[in-house]
């Protein structure tokens, strides 16, 4: 999506900041992800809401077939109003509310991903009081460390993921007890933004271990899920809009010893949305420093908190410029120091009024947009509608 995909004149004409989502890159994506997970059979990809709630990314990932991946009660509901089949959609989190369990019941999801054994007794009586059963898989930490930002692991001991390996039968045999909880699976996750393959295959090594400790004891696993956690290429959003989805399936199928018909689900979120999205800013001002240029725009961290809390990278480019490139930090309006999108970058001459483009942008941006300062929210348009 380099400039000549942005519809810059079309852009010009709408109040920033705001989020423009190019629906050719996320259906492409889509595409890639159904062609290459419909390689290996028994390989079933949902879509972890929490990168990207927007109704309309939502409704374009449920008419490509994705499942929902759901960490809230509010996520539930927009999965449903999108139209994700109930039998789709798996509800995951650490802290479940009442309400949200509740919520689960009366949809029929096809799955609670349950982190704790006080959480499965409450499911267990919320369904009673509904005459229902409620399925259930057991989040596993599985103490596998990932290659990525140390605030987006969570694969490890110390995360307040998941259940330890070494309680893994005696939950199993807990939820056994109960009538209205059904044991049908294990589930992890091991971080985000993960790029080496070799995490992955540490985690189908530990699957591996797991399962054969269930075959001793001829306990069945029907569902294997493996989360997410497929990076993003940031740095190159035009030359590689893809993420490697070949080599990350591939590596579950390879590495990964499933029983015979047993399911693989994953949970994919950021390399499913992140590059279809960028955050369009107007210039503000260009502040000339003792040794910096400012370029100041009209977005803020309320707006892609990313680079303020992870430092995390996005490249930026000057969508309304041709001249030749100058050096610039790229700054918003709020009175935080933090308030940097970028340090140090070369942009195309800019000036007052010239739009860039913060890509790579589509997830954990609008959804994670705030108020602070009295801020409006900013609007996400996609590319079908303009």
Not at 13 to 42: M, S, W
Not at 270 to 298: E, H, P
């Amino acid at each position: 999506m380099g400039k000549g995909k942005f519809p810059v004149e079309k852009l010009l004409a709408i109040q920033t900041p705001f989020y423009y989502y190019d629906a050719e890159v996320l259906r492409q994506t889509l595409r890639t992800i159904n062609e290459e997970a419909g390689k290996h059979d028994g390989f079933v990809v949902h879509y972890a809401v929490k990168a990207n709630a927007n109704p309309k990314i939502l409704r374009i990932i449920r008419e490509a077939g994705m499942g929902a991946d759901c960490v809230s009660g509010g996520e539930i509901e927009a999965s449903v109003k999108a139209g994700f089949p109930n039998n789709k959609i798996v509800y995951a989190g650490v802290g479940k509310a009442d309400w949200e369990i509740n919520l689960g019941l009366d949809n029929d999801i096809f799955c609670f991903n349950v982190e704790s054994i006080p959480e499965l007794e409450v499911i267990n009586e919320l369904a009673a009081a509904k005459n229902k059963v409620a399925r259930v898989a057991f989040r596993l930490n599985p103490n596998v460390g990932a290659h990525t930002h140390a605030n987006i692991t969570t694969g490890l001991a110390e995360n307040k993921f998941g259940i330890a390996m070494r309680d893994m039968l005696d939950v199993i045999a807990e939820a056994e007890k109960l009538p209205n909880v059904q044991f049908v699976g294990l589930h992890f996750h091991i971080g985000s933004q993960i790029l080496d393959m070799g995490d992955f295959e540490a985690l189908c090594n530990r699957v591996n271990e797991l399962q054969k400790i269930l075959d001793s004891h001829r306990i069945r696993a029907e569902h294997i899920n493996v989360g997410g956690g497929l990076g993003v290429d940031y740095g190159h959003p035009n030359r590689l809009p893809i993420p490697d989805f070949k080599s990350y399936f591939d590596t579950y199928a390879k590495k990964l010893k499933l029983r015979p018909g047993q399911t693989l689900h994953f949970e994919l979120g950021r390399a499913m949305v992140a590059q279809c999205g960028s955050l369009i800013t107007r210039t503000l001002y260009i502040k000339k420093g003792d040794v910096k240029k400012f370029a100041i725009v009209d977005a803020g961290f309320p707006d892609l908190i990313r680079p303020a809390l992870y430092q995390a990278y996005h490249k930026i480019e000057n969508i309304t410029s041709e001249e030749p490139k100058d050096t610039y930090d790229v700054v918003g309006p709020i009175c935080e120091s933090t308030d940097v999108f970028a340090k140090q970058i070369d942009l195309n001459g800019t000036h007052r009024g010239d739009l860039l483009a913060i890509r790579s942008a589509g997830a954990y941006g609008e959804i994670m947009a705030s108020q602070y300062n009295c801020r409006k929210l900013p609007i996400g348009y996609m590319s079908d509608d303009l």
